[in-house]
């Protein structure tokens, strides 16, 4: 099945970077597929690994282009704090630096120099579930403009905890002049709330807690629709099952 989706940035952006920013797959995949006439952009075949992406415009991945990302592999890294998900700024440790032999859980061999993007975020100051995958179908399921998974946090906070604020964070605020989607959150100890997000903007629940003054002391991802962070280990890795990969595409509706 094609993958499609429309920019909604600011400015132009090189298609391989957007692709590898939105986690569907590597700048070199993306370059790849667009030297084999695999990529579109309103329905014209994209030819110049250069082209940038206006706001507006309809990136399509064809039927081709899905099936290769889809012989990619995917890793579920329990992320610690101190780490960022994709490529690092000068002097940030990338969290595919875990990704090796003595940090493996089960069987599997690492990566290798193989890369393999974040699907989804998850900030330097966060930890918790974090996949990193080269399967496209993967990528579209988690993060896909049609993907009905949600992701569940645990996040102890500093402030006063009121009924108020909290009905606020469930619906009501607006992040960069648009609203965002109803959120469940609920206090499991004075200083404990637990959210689930149908979304994933940039540091979201820090930013929404911030509108409510209150402050993020520790922020843990535990789930991805139907997958679970478990017992795995902080700083630990392991394969995603066949299985669990069925689930996730299920999932995504």
Excluded at 177 to 189: H, I, N, S, W, Y
Excluded at 240 to 245: F, M, Q, S, W
């Amino acid at each position: 099945m094609a993958w499609t989706k429309t920019y909604d940035g600011v400015e132009p952006v090189r298609i391989n970077k957007w692709l590898g920013q939105s986690g569907v797959c590597s700048r070199r995949e993306a370059d790849a597929l667009i030297a084999d006439g695999l990529v579109s952009i309103d329905g014209e075949v994209v030819r110049d690994a250069g082209r940038k992406l206006e706001t507006g415009q309809t990136l399509t991945l064809n039927d081709r282009a899905t099936a290769a990302l889809a012989e990619g592999q995917t890793l579920v890294l329990h992320k610690p704090v101190g780490y960022v998900s994709g490529q690092p700024e000068p002097g940030k440790i990338p969290a595919a630096r875990l990704l090796n032999m003595a940090n493996r859980i089960g069987e599997g061999e690492p990566p290798g120099r193989a890369v393999l993007p974040p699907i989804g975020r998850l900030d330097e100051d966060s930890r918790g579930l974090l996949l990193l995958s080269s399967d496209g179908v993967v990528a579209k399921a988690v993060i896909g403009p049609q993907s009905d998974l949600d992701k569940e946090y645990l996040v102890r906070v500093g402030g006063q905890v009121t009924e108020g604020k909290l009905s606020k964070l469930r619906h009501g605020l607006e992040l960069d002049g648009r609203q965002l989607k109803p959120a469940r959150v609920t206090q499991m100890e004075p200083q404990r709330l637990r959210f689930v997000l149908k979304e994933g903007r940039n540091r979201q629940i820090r930013r929404m807690c911030e509108l409510v003054g209150l402050e993020v002391a520790d922020l843990l991802r535990i789930r991805i629709g139907p997958l679970n962070l478990g017992d795995l280990p902080e700083g630990r890795w392991r394969h995603l099952t066949p299985d669990e990969r069925d689930q996730l595409i299920k999932g995504a509706g």
